[in-house]
């Protein structure tokens, strides 16, 4: 069995690169490497990306049948059930499983705000690039910040590519908001009277909060060896503690929100009620596009439970299992041994080494282990590609490269150097 997860993209030539990588069980643990990177003659439709992968999976003696799953984004060319490029590899494999990044939907779901914190963004952005997109701006704005003595001198661009760029930006703006606005007055910019609404600042504060919030879940899913179910706990626990901090705002409280709290508490905030409005009205839609975009969390599906941790109390009263499959994992659970075996290896590692006592088992748990649950490995080979292949060397055939920096598997050097012939001194 094994399982992929692709993306595709546009290299600094203008050339579209399809990078696929292949997670697949060897005898102790699983595995996870680049698959192949290759770039596309013609169209970036589904059919063609199909026609490359398809010719390396039979020009490597891989079956389709093998495939578990696919993980890419949700672009139509991907996803599509007529001609994209799902449509075309169920055509030889029925079963494939199609898996939308978790990391993707994550992002997508943090998009939607009510109009006024969408308000407060857009314009926090423009204050950025007022200030950074002129150099003249931006020096001037450095030896202000020298001259007061600021812990920070720079302010960050906003990038709607990069997945953590909103709450950096806007907790350096608010660090530096006193600065800013002392800078913006100088130069007599209308942007100066945002910073002297108090009500815009505690927005400000409480987007810098949320998204620092949203980095942390967005970090803690990225990462070598991740799997759907890991991923698909951390999503659980986020949306609990985006309902406990509903809970919080309900009762007009922001302690949970460290900047807003604090700034609230030095400048003594008298419609802290409207703020909380705002913040309740957002936390909601929030709530609401995760749960939208998870929907098998909030339907409290616990019938894999057992793969992550068969020993836990009660674990076999909701695995979804044949009857004969619950006595094997109660045999299973009941086992000192293998207890104290699972706390010292990975889940993985675990499930492979009972494969020869509980082999039907074994079979299911690997099967919910091996697909990818994110396309984060495509996402650090597109960084790589972009260091290898600059402006300066726009006519490098990257794939083989590309392959070499991204692999964890170490060169047969002595095979390698085998086949060369040494120049001899003469």
């Known amino acids: 069995?094994?399982?992929?997860?692709?993306?595709?993209?546009?290299?600094?030539?203008?050339?579209?690169?399809?990078?696929?990588?292949?997670?697949?069980?060897?005898?102790?643990?699983?595995?996870?490497?680049?698959?192949?990177?290759?770039?596309?003659?013609?169209?970036?439709?589904?059919?063609?990306?199909?026609?490359?992968?398809?010719?390396?999976?039979?020009?490597?003696?891989?079956?389709?049948?093998?495939?578990?799953?696919?993980?890419?984004?949700?672009?139509?060319?991907?996803?599509?059930?007529?001609?994209?490029?799902?449509?075309?590899?169920?055509?030889?494999?029925?079963?494939?499983?199609?898996?939308?990044?978790?990391?993707?939907?994550?992002?997508?779901?943090?998009?939607?705000?009510?109009?006024?914190?969408?308000?407060?963004?857009?314009?926090?952005?423009?204050?950025?690039?007022?200030?950074?997109?002129?150099?003249?701006?931006?020096?001037?704005?450095?030896?202000?910040?020298?001259?007061?003595?600021?812990?920070?001198?720079?302010?960050?661009?906003?990038?709607?590519?990069?997945?953590l760029s909103r709450g950096k930006i806007l907790n350096k703006l608010f660090e530096l908001r006193q600065e800013v606005h002392?800078?913006?007055?100088?130069?007599?910019?209308?942007?100066?009277?945002?910073?002297?609404?108090?009500?815009?600042?505690?927005?400000?504060?409480?987007?810098?909060?949320i998204f620092d919030k949203l980095n942390d879940l967005n970090l803690s899913m990225q990462g070598f060896r991740?799997?759907?179910?890991?991923?698909?706990?951390?999503?659980?626990?986020?949306?609990?503690?985006?309902?406990?901090?509903?809970?919080?705002?309900?009762?007009?409280?922001?302690?949970?929100?460290?900047?807003?709290?604090?700034?609230?508490?030095?400048?003594?905030?008298?419609?802290?009620?409207?703020?909380?409005?705002c913040i309740r009205e957002h936390l909601t839609k929030l709530r609401d596009e995760l749960v939208s975009y998870f929907p098998s969390i909030m339907n409290q599906d616990r019938t894999q439970d057992w793969i992550q941790n068969p020993f836990v109390e009660d674990v076999t009263s909701s695995s979804g299992l044949s009857d004969k499959l619950t006595e094997n994992l109660i045999e299973l659970a009941s086992d000192c041994a293998l207890?104290?075996?699972?706390?010292?290896?990975?889940?993985?590692q675990f499930w492979l080494e009972v494969k020869g006592e509980y082999k039907e088992l074994s079979e299911i748990a690997m099967s919910a282990l091996l697909p990818f649950g994110s396309t984060y490995l495509c996402e650090v080979s597109f960084s790589a590609m972009s260091l290898i292949k600059t402006k300066h060397r726009n006519r490098l055939s990257v794939q083989n490269d590309l392959i070499i920096a991204v692999s964890d598997i170490e060169p047969r050097f002595d095979n390698i150097l085998a086949k060369k012939q040494p120049q001899e001194s003469h």
């Open 339 to 348: 207890e104290l075996k699972f706390q010292n290896v990975t889940v993985s």
């Open 1 to 163: 069995m094994f399982a992929l997860q692709l993306d595709e993209s546009t290299d600094v030539s203008g050339e579209a690169q399809v990078i696929v990588f292949v997670r697949y069980q060897d005898c102790s643990d699983i595995r996870e490497n680049i698959l192949f990177c290759q770039n596309l003659q013609s169209r970036t439709t589904g059919e063609e990306l199909f026609k490359v992968i398809d010719k390396f999976i039979a020009e490597g003696g891989i079956l389709w049948d093998w495939c578990l799953s696919v993980c890419s984004d949700g672009a139509a060319s991907l996803k599509g059930k007529n001609n994209g490029l799902m449509a075309w590899i169920r055509k030889k494999n029925p079963k494939v499983k199609w898996l939308h990044c978790i990391i993707h939907r994550q992002a997508l779901a943090s998009k939607r705000m009510n109009a006024h914190l969408h308000e407060t963004l857009n314009e926090a952005v423009k204050v950025i690039n007022f200030i950074k997109a002129r150099p003249l701006n931006s020096r001037m704005f450095k030896l202000l910040c020298q001259e007061m003595g600021s812990e920070h001198q720079h302010l960050l661009l906003h990038t709607e590519v990069r997945w």
């Open 182 to 209: 002392m800078f913006l007055l100088e130069q007599k910019s209308a942007f100066s009277s945002l910073f002297e609404n108090q009500d815009w600042v505690c927005r400000l504060a409480y987007l810098a909060d």
């Open 226 to 277: 991740t799997d759907e179910l890991s991923l698909n706990s951390k999503m659980c626990v986020f949306i609990k503690k985006l309902e406990f901090w509903l809970k919080k705002v309900q009762r007009n409280s922001v302690s949970v929100f460290l900047t807003l709290d604090k700034f609230a508490d030095d400048s003594e905030i008298d419609n802290l009620n409207t703020i909380c409005e």
